[in-house]
């Protein structure tokens, strides 16, 4: 497990434990004062006011209008207040733990229908063994968690919260992001609170592991089956032989189904797709119309874009998809909802974990993390198949980056990368120069149409 364990340390290195996410807050400051810390109570300490010099960025603080500024600005604070409540929750949970202990060891009380914890199942991949060919290496993920009763400390829900900011704080020039009302549906998973340290049970087959969910709630596990017991599954559950499921079971004996797509044979063609901007219509670039298309307006497929994928899917042998993306996995449910009714082919989901120690939805899909999340994916599915890989991304995040070090780390793996310009930029655009310097460029394409995009990915697209 050392090996798995390093992958998956980096794709949540952005999260930050949540008694260090609300350092700014005042009221941690005033504790540790000089004058708290004087022996003697009775001293007069003056301070003198030292004028903070800061960099002027507009009248809004860099933001275009009042309406953005009072928007991002509020959603900042309610954060923190978020965070301080995930203290507090986590301080209770202790004590009801505790309490859950000896209800059960000392008078034999079946708490199990007290709980409402819940469980959400990604779908992932199994491939074979790179060093034998009989061992067949079988990932799973899923998020624990505990369902939200309504109300956060402020009395006050966490919708009602939301639908005011944003009918109260955006003007009617600005009606164009408020098409609708605020979507309760996709506001809930955010407000959800992580369980840690659960037991989860996983049988797939005849085979059962058990293992704890980390501290946001989430478990990675790799996990072994021969190719016999694989073959068994599959005409057990005729799936097409595509996928097979396994059962995960809750320590309040509550089961969920998840789905294991299998990568085979072992060669062929793997479409790695990022979804925002490349699939579907998110503007990714516009704090403020990110936050409708996530949260209010439908979701909208890029035109195009699920007709070249079942092209691809249907003449192209033994090609596979993996949904490869630095939004919240909160939006899993969602967005397979977006993937089925726009007939995008099926595919294993690799997303990120929202926490509210990120700023904001924008900041957390443009930082750091987000470029070290696709990284280590993109290295882990090269490094354990022998596949070629077609990647498709936008020019609104780091993809154009991120593929042309992966191509220049694989170029004998790499088939072709397809980056789909939001912004009207061209092939000889300076960025991308630099971005797939040393990678041959018959091998990468800048398009604004699918298609301009060839079917066939048996070669290069030029």
């Given at each position: 497990m050392t090996e798995m364990t390093s992958r998956f340390k980096v794709i949540n290195s952005n999260n930050t434990p949540l008694e260090n996410s609300d350092a700014s807050d005042s009221s941690s400051v005033a504790s540790t004062s000089p004058r708290s810390l004087s022996p003697n109570s009775s001293w007069i300490i003056k301070y003198?006011?030292?004028?903070?010099?800061?960099?002027?960025?507009?009248?809004?603080?860099?933001?275009?209008?009042?309406?953005?500024?009072?928007?991002?600005?509020?959603?900042?604070?309610?954060?923190?207040?978020?965070?301080?409540?995930?203290?507090?929750?986590?301080?209770?949970?202790?004590?009801?733990?505790?309490?859950?202990?000896?209800?059960?060891?000392?008078?034999?009380?079946?708490?199990?229908?007290?709980?409402?914890?819940?469980?959400l199942l990604f779908p992932d991949v199994a491939y074979q063994s790179l060093?034998?060919?009989?061992?067949?290496?079988?990932?799973?993920?899923?998020?624990?968690?505990?369902?939200?009763?309504?109300?956060?400390?402020?009395?006050?829900?966490?919708?009602?919260?939301?639908?005011?900011?944003?009918?109260?704080?955006?003007?009617?020039?600005?009606?164009?992001?408020?098409?609708?009302?605020?979507?309760?549906?996709?506001?809930?998973?955010?407000?959800?609170?992580?369980?840690?340290?659960?037991?989860?049970?996983?049988?797939?087959?005849?085979?059962?592991?058990?293992?704890?969910?980390?501290?946001?709630?989430?478990?990675?596990?790799?996990?072994?089956?021969?190719?016999?017991?694989?073959?068994?599954?599959?005409?057990?559950?005729q799936y097409n032989g595509e996928i097979i499921t396994y059962e995960a079971t809750g320590d309040n004996d509550d089961k969920q189904t998840g789905v294991i797509r299998l990568i085979q044979p072992r060669q062929g063609i793997s479409i790695i797709s990022d979804i925002d901007d490349t699939i579907k219509i998110s503007q990714v670039l516009d704090k403020i119309r990110l936050l409708a298309n996530t949260f209010i307006h439908p979701f909208i497929p890029v035109p195009g874009m699920a007709e070249l994928y079942q092209k691809w899917f249907k003449n192209n042998n033994n090609c596979t998809f993996h949904y490869l993306s630095g939004m919240p996995d909160q939006l899993y449910t969602l967005t397979q909802e977006f993937i089925d009714t726009n007939n995008f082919p099926d595919g294993s989901f690799h997303m990120r974990h929202f926490g509210w120690a990120a700023a904001s939805l924008f900041d957390f899909l443009h930082s750091q993390s987000t470029f070290t999340h696709k990284m280590s994916y993109l290295r882990f599915f090269l490094s354990k198949t022998i596949r070629d890989y077609v990647l498709v991304g936008d020019s609104g995040e780091k993809d154009p980056e991120i593929y042309g070090t992966i191509a220049r780390e694989y170029p004998q793996r790499i088939r072709a990368i397809f980056i789909r310009a939001i912004k009207g930029e061209t092939f000889n655009d300076q960025r991308f120069v630099k971005a797939f310097d040393g990678v041959p460029s018959e091998k990468w394409q800048i398009f604004d149409d699918p298609n301009q995009i060839p079917i066939d990915l048996s070669r290069s697209p030029k």
């Open positions: 003198k006011t030292i004028p903070k010099k800061t960099e002027s960025k507009g009248i809004w603080d860099g933001y275009e209008t009042k309406e953005e500024f009072m928007t991002m600005h509020l959603l900042s604070i309610h954060s923190r207040r978020h965070s301080q409540e995930l203290r507090i929750r986590e301080l209770w949970q202790k004590i009801t733990d505790k309490f859950k202990d000896k209800a059960v060891n000392k008078f034999h009380i079946d708490i199990r229908h007290f709980d409402k914890e819940d469980m060093g034998n060919d009989n061992t067949w290496e079988i990932m799973v993920h899923g998020w624990r968690y505990e369902n939200n009763r309504g109300k956060n400390w402020l009395g006050i829900s966490v919708s009602q919260w939301v639908e005011r900011l944003a009918k109260n704080f955006l003007s009617a020039d600005a009606i164009l992001y408020l098409n609708g009302s605020i979507n309760h549906d996709r506001l809930k998973p955010f407000f959800l609170e992580d369980e840690k340290n659960e037991l989860i049970k996983i049988k797939i087959g005849d085979k059962t592991s058990s293992f704890r969910t980390d501290q946001y709630g989430q478990f990675y596990e790799r996990i072994q089956l021969t190719n016999d017991e694989i073959q068994k599954l599959k005409q057990q559950q």
